[in-house]
Antibody, heavy 120, light 108 residues
Framework: VQLVQSGAEVKKPGAAVKVSCKTS????????YHWVRQAPGQRLEWMGW????????KFSQKFQGRVTLTTDTSANTAYMELSSLSSEDTAVYFC??????????????WGQGTLVTVAS | SYVLTQPPSVSVAPGKTARLTCGGN??????VHWYQQKAGQAPVLVID???DRPSGIPERFSGSNSGNTATLTISRVEAGDEADYYC???????????FGGGTKLTVL
């Protein structure tokens, strides 16, 4: 099982960033994908979840309207796009695999993280 | 909104037992997962569904959940256990996944 994320990004305030999470080693469509971020020195922060198994999507209220979660089943890849970036969005962004049957389950495999830096 | 409370830091000598707590209201009704995050790395799942240990996690790691507190217990602590540990639940009232603030485990 592997989740490999796209490389580091530097963006200007107001721009958008799209992070990819390419998976391998298992059936992509049987699972869900969480997106979690971690600002420097801060806690893990859940952004949202897209369940490829049942088609459901949930977002943290904090990011509602600003984050878009998509998948490409032909490429076994999940994507997270965050718009209207500000310096407060500077963080490492992680994708993580969750069970397709329930949101209660744990994130058992994680990507390596993608550093997004927002600076003018 | 629901809040998960973890002590910011715990220190333990090698070979001893570390007990890391995670508190919240009516916690016993929620399923708790625990992650270990070493510096500069992605989190690793060490306990899921309160007390289950994923494949590859040493038996020294165990979990429990009772009342308003979940506990991650690390027996015979080793230097390699030094990391931040996060608890996580799904909060039905907000329909959010929540993480605790994390506990930094220092091995003396």
């Amino acid at each position: 099982v592997q989740l490999v994320q796209s490389g580091a990004e530097v963006k200007k305030p107001g721009a958008a960033v799209k992070v990819s999470c390419k998976t391998s080693g298992y059936t992509f469509t049987s699972y869900a994908y969480h997106w979690v971020r971690q600002a420097p020195g801060q806690r893990l922060e859940w952004m949202g979840w897209i369940n490829v198994y049942n088609g459901k999507i949930k977002f943290s209220q904090k990011f509602q309207g600003r984050v878009t979660l998509t998948t490409d089943t032909s490429a076994n890849t999940a994507y997270m796009e965050l718009s209207s970036l500000s310096s407060e969005d500077t963080a490492v962004y992680f994708c993580a695999r969750g069970p397709g049957l329930t949101i209660f389950g744990a994130a058992d495999y994680w990507g390596q993280g993608t550093l997004v830096t927002v600076a003018s | 909104s629901y809040v998960l409370t973890q002590p910011p830091s715990v220190s333990v000598a090698p070979g001893k037992t570390a007990r890391l707590t995670c508190g919240g209201n009516n916690f016993g009704s929620k399923t708790v997962h625990w992650y270990q995050q070493k510096a500069g790395q992605a989190p690793v799942l060490v306990i899921d569904y309160d007390s289950d240990r994923p494949s590859g996690i040493p038996e020294r790691f165990s979990g429990s959940n009772s009342g308003n507190t979940a506990t991650l217990t690390i027996s015979r602590v080793e230097a390699g256990d030094e990391a931040d540990y996060y608890c996580q639940v799904w909060d039905s009232s907000s329909d959010h996944v929540l993480f605790g603030g994390g506990t930094k485990l220092t091995v003396l």
